[in-house]
C-alpha cells in the first residue's frame, strides 16, 4: 500500500492510499465482495435513459458529493487486517507517504496525519452505529413493489461508509504511531505546487527555494491551492486514476466552505457597520 498526502488548500489536505491490487481482488472479505458488485450494479443503473433507476442515480450521485472528502480519504486506507490478510509482512517495514516538500513541512507530517487519523474517529463511530440501528427500521418500505427498499439501502450504504472510514482512521493512526511512515517528496508533485503557490500567493515566484515557499504556505490566510484540471493532473503523476474523482471532490467542497466562511464574516462586518 501507498499513501499519499495531497494538499487541497494552505489549511486542509487529502489523504489517500492507492487501492488494492487487481491481482488480490480474491482477498478481499465477503463485504468488500459483496460491496463491489453493487458499485456494478450502481454503473448499469447510471446507463439508465430513464425511469426510477434513472432518478435513483442521480439523487444518490448528488447524496455522495456531499459526503465529506474527508469521509472518502478514510475510506480509500483498508482496514490493517485485510492489509495484514494480503501480505503476511505488513507492520515490519515503513509504507511510502508520497507528498509536496514545497508545500508541507516534513516534520510535521506525522501531526498531520494523527489529526486526519483520529479528528473523526468518534464521528465516525457514532454515525455507524446509528445508520447500522435505523437501517432495520426502514424494513416497511420493503412492501412497496418494483421499487427497492431505498432508505434500508441507504441507512446500510452510509453504516458501511462510516465503518470502512473508522477502519481507515485506526489503520492510519497504527501506522503513524508504530512510526511505520516514510514520507517522500515528489519532485512532480513540488512542481506542480511551486506553479500553483506563484498564483495563489502574492509575490512568490515559481523558483522559490522549498524552504520559504513551505513558509509563505503556512502563513497564508486558508486559500485553495489547487484547480479542477489539476485533479487528472494529480492522478496522472501519482499512476492513481481513482485519485481523480477523490481529489475534485475535496477542490469543490473546500472552495465552498471557504466562500461561505468569507460570506459570514462579511454579513458579520456589515452587522458591526449598521450596530454602529
Same mark, same amino acid.
Not at 7 to 23: C, G, H, K
Given at each position: 500500500m501507498r499513501?499519499?498526502?495531497?494538499?487541497?488548500?494552505?489549511?486542509?489536505?487529502?489523504?489517500? %492510499?492507492?487501492?488494492?491490487?487487481?491481482?488480490?481482488?480474491?482477498?478481499?472479505?465477503?463485504?468488500?465482495?459483496?460491496?463491489?458488485?453493487?458499485?456494478?450494479? $450502481? %454503473?448499469? $443503473?447510471?446507463?439508465?435513459?430513464?425511469g426510477w433507476k434513472k432518478h435513483l442515480v442521480t439523487w444518490g450521485n448528488k447524496v455522495q458529493q456531499r459526503i465529506p472528502f474527508e469521509e472518502w480519504g478514510l475510506k480509500s486506507i483498508p482496514s490493517l487486517k485485510a492489509q495484514q490478510r494480503i501480505d503476511e509482512n505488513y507492520g515490519s517495514k515503513q509504507i511510502d507517504v508520497l507528498y509536496p516538500g514545497n508545500s508541507v513541512r516534513l516534520e510535521k507530517i506525522p501531526t498531520i496525519l494523527r489529526k486526519i487519523a483520529t479528528e473523526r474517529q468518534e464521528f465516525h463511530r457514532k454515525k455507524m452505529l446509528w445508520s447500522f440501528g435505523i437501517a432495520p427500521l426502514t424494513a416497511p418500505f420493503a412492501l412497496v413493489p418494483v421499487i427497492p427498499n431505498i432508505p434500508f439501502f441507504y441507512m446500510?450504504?452510509?453504516? $458501511?461508509?462510516?465503518?470502512?472510514?473508522?477502519?481507515?482512521?485506526?489503520?492510519?493512526?497504527?501506522?503513524?504511531?508504530?512510526?511505520?511512515?516514510?514520507?517522500?517528496?515528489?519532485?512532480?508533485?513540488?512542481?506542480?505546487?511551486?506553479?500553483?503557490?506563484?498564483?495563489?500567493?502574492?509575490?512568490?515566484?515559481?523558483?522559490?527555494?522549498?524552504?520559504?515557499?513551505?513558509?509563505?504556505?503556512?502563513?497564508?490566510?486558508?486559500?485553495?491551492?489547487?484547480k479542477m484540471s489539476d485533479a487528472k493532473k494529480l492522478a496522472s503523476i501519482l499512476d492513481a486514476p481513482e485519485l481523480a474523482l477523490e481529489a475534485e471532490r475535496a477542490i469543490i467542497q473546500v472552495t465552498e466552505q471557504l466562500e461561505a466562511q468569507k460570506r459570514k464574516e462579511k454579513e458579520a462586518q456589515s452587522d458591526e457597520k449598521k450596530k454602529s
Open positions: 499513501l499519499f498526502l495531497i494538499p487541497i488548500s494552505t489549511r486542509r489536505a487529502l489523504i489517500y %492510499a492507492r487501492p488494492l491490487r487487481r491481482d488480490a481482488s480474491k482477498e478481499l472479505s465477503l463485504l468488500d465482495r459483496t460491496t463491489s458488485k453493487a458499485a456494478e450494479t $450502481w %454503473a448499469k $443503473w447510471e446507463d439508465a435513459e430513464s446500510a450504504y452510509r453504516g $458501511w461508509s462510516h465503518w470502512r472510514a473508522l477502519n481507515g482512521s485506526r489503520h492510519l493512526e497504527y501506522l503513524v504511531e508504530k512510526n511505520l511512515l516514510n514520507p517522500v517528496s515528489l519532485p512532480e508533485l513540488e512542481q506542480l505546487y511551486a506553479k500553483r503557490a506563484s498564483r495563489v500567493l502574492d509575490g512568490t515566484p515559481v523558483d522559490k527555494p522549498s524552504s520559504e515557499l513551505v513558509e509563505d504556505i503556512e502563513q497564508s490566510d486558508d486559500r485553495v491551492l489547487l
